[in-house]
């Protein structure tokens, strides 16, 4: 069964202080993972797409890495206004342009 | 920039009552989707459309239908809201390909009485 696992679930982090996130994928055909910032009361912001092993992005304090089987949302030297819910979401071949979303990680920074 | 808008921010309704949610999206995109999300749940498909009058069943339909009259609107109805459709509910356009992100609306909170 297609599934999509983020870790943690909540992460606190102090001003400056650099994390990553993960989210672990099993998907029959990865076609393309997704990267979402959710502020509260509001839509998921697209962050990134990443297609392929060994790809990477980067913006601003931001940068996305994707292996096989999972990908690292990496945060460098975090502030306050990066504190928001980072979603992930896969898109296989046979799920027939449906996304499948992970559960969220809610990144708190304090300064 | 991308612009996916939802007619209304809260909205509160009573069971029984024919819920519709509105949804535009201005960059002339094929697809459009409608979510509800729910703590613990994450974001599940409603039902999506592939373009003008077609549609398809996603995950959760059930007490859900939707229309699409004109590319850049996409409905959902609640035929006869119940207490359990009370939720956050999020619409998102793409274009073209599958493999192309999804644009997301800022939502429109959903209360059942």
């Known amino acids: 069964e297609d599934q999509v696992t983020q870790s943690p679930e909540a992460l606190r982090l102090q001003e400056g202080e650099s994390s990553s996130l993960n989210c672990s994928y099993t998907?029959?055909?990865?076609?393309?993972l997704f990267w979402y910032r959710q502020d509260p009361g509001k839509g998921p912001e697209f962050l990134f797409t990443?297609?392929?092993a060994g790809e990477e992005k980067e913006k601003e304090r931001l940068k996305a890495t994707l292996t096989k089987k999972e990908s690292f949302l990496h945060i460098t030297a975090p502030k306050p206004e990066d504190s928001a819910t980072y979603l992930c979401?896969?898109?296989?071949?046979?799920?027939?342009?449906?996304?499948?979303f992970g559960q969220g990680t809610e990144l708190s920074v304090k300064p | 920039d991308v612009k996916v808008t939802q007619s209304s921010r809260y909205l509160v309704k009573r069971t029984g009552e024919k819920v519709f949610l509105e949804c535009v999206q201005d960059?002339?995109?094929?697809?459009m989707f409608w979510y509800r999300q729910d703590p613990g749940l994450g974001l599940r498909l409603i039902y999506f459309?592939?373009?003008?009058?077609?549609?398809e069943k996603g995950d959760i339909p059930e007490g859900y239908s939707v229309s699409r009259e004109k590319k850049e609107r996409f409905s959902l109805i609640l035929e006869s809201a119940s207490t359990n459709q009370t939720s956050m509910y999020l619409c998102?356009?793409?274009?073209?390909?599958?493999?192309?992100?999804?644009?997301f609306g800022d939502g429109t909170r959903l209360s059942i009485l």
């Open positions: 998102a356009s793409r274009e073209g390909g599958r493999d192309q992100p999804q644009h």
């Open positions: 998907v029959s055909g990865l076609r393309g």
């Open positions: 990443l297609y392929s």
């Open positions: 979401a896969v898109l296989g071949y046979n799920q027939g342009g449906k996304l499948i």
């Open positions: 960059m002339d995109h094929e697809n």
């Open positions: 459309s592939y373009d003008v009058k077609m549609k």
